[in-house]
């Protein structure tokens, strides 16, 4: 049986391709963005493709979106939450409502989508399905000039980890957060937000110029990052959370050897703070 995918911000970069990745390999795509009149993919038609109208910020579009795939298609196998944004400047150069619109569509937008979901997987028959939340290297370390940014994939990545152990197993709900590092789509191009005015003790830094110069010159291929989204997709045992790109892969292990280093240099200080005679439960 075909699964349906239904995969948020479709119209260009990851969403894009992994349409296309999903239809290539005979599943069933539901494609939504805020403009749905402008997707346009090979191969489709009335049994393997449908378009919908998602601003991931509004509830009734999420819960429109999710009745209309299911009136069609019976019910959703894969949700991949992959509309998001980026923002880039240094954090006192950003205005409060920078701040907010971020953390609103690539956090509050994602768990909106997340929780509507969970219950429709929960609740079809058989039910499950995995939900793959696409955040970023970035939601691993903090990146100069991407303070919020950072912090909306971090919550994303917490946020998604605590929720792999609520759910029921018997629901048969699974999690997997895909970090991608530098790929050549249009976030670090058009679709970046920059900040209004800048601070003029930050001259030593000019986020619009460094993310100019680094567009078109990442390590990943768009393409082949959808490729491996729709292998993790279709695995029966999806990993929590999995770095995809060279320089992502790169970046992880240098957090991981880091975070060992640091723990371990501390562990004296991190163990004194137990009451005295304390004995962990069995």
């Given at each position: ?7 948020t911000g479709t119209s260009t970069g990851f969403g ?114 995995l939900i793959q939340q696409v955040t970023s290297i ?107 790109g060279s320089d992502a892969y790169k970046a992880i ?30």
């Amino acid at each position: 049986m075909p699964r349906v995918f239904f995969i948020t911000g479709t119209s260009t970069g990851f969403g894009f391709h992994l349409v296309e990745e999903v239809l290539a390999h005979g599943d069933i795509a539901v494609a939504t963005a805020r403009k749905p009149e402008s997707l346009n993919f090979k191969g489709t038609n009335d049994k393997n493709f449908l378009a919908l109208k998602l601003d991931v910020t509004k509830n009734e579009n999420i819960d429109s979106a999710f009745k209309s795939a299911l009136d069609k298609f019976g019910r959703i196998d894969v949700v991949v939450n992959n509309a998001g944004y980026g923002l880039s400047g240094v954090f006192e150069e950003l205005t409060e409502q920078q701040v907010r619109t971020q953390m609103e569509v690539n956090f509050f937008g994602l768990t909106r989508v997340t929780k509507k979901a969970m219950e429709v997987m929960r609740e079809q028959k058989p039910s499950g399905g995995l939900i793959q939340q696409v955040t970023s290297i970035g939601g691993q370390r903090g990146v100069p000039t991407f303070s919020i940014y950072c912090a909306s994939k971090w919550a994303v990545e917490g946020f998604t980890e605590a929720l792999s152990h609520e759910v029921k197993p018997e629901w048969g709900i699974k999690f997997t957060c895909v970090e991608p590092g530098g790929f050549r789509t249009d976030w670090a191009g058009r679709s970046m937000s920059f900040p209004e005015k800048r601070h003029p003790a930050y001259d030593h830094i000019d986020a619009k110029k460094q993310m100019g110069q680094r567009h078109g010159t990442q390590a990943g291929d768009p393409p082949k990052g959808a490729k491996a989204m729709y292998e993790l997709a279709v695995m029966k045992d999806p990993p929590l959370r999995v770095v995809i790109g060279s320089d992502a892969y790169k970046a992880i292990l240098g957090k991981i050897e880091a975070y060992g280093e640091n723990y371990k240099k501390y562990e004296k200080i991190s163990n004194s703070t137990d009451v005295d005679g304390y004995k962990p439960p069995s």
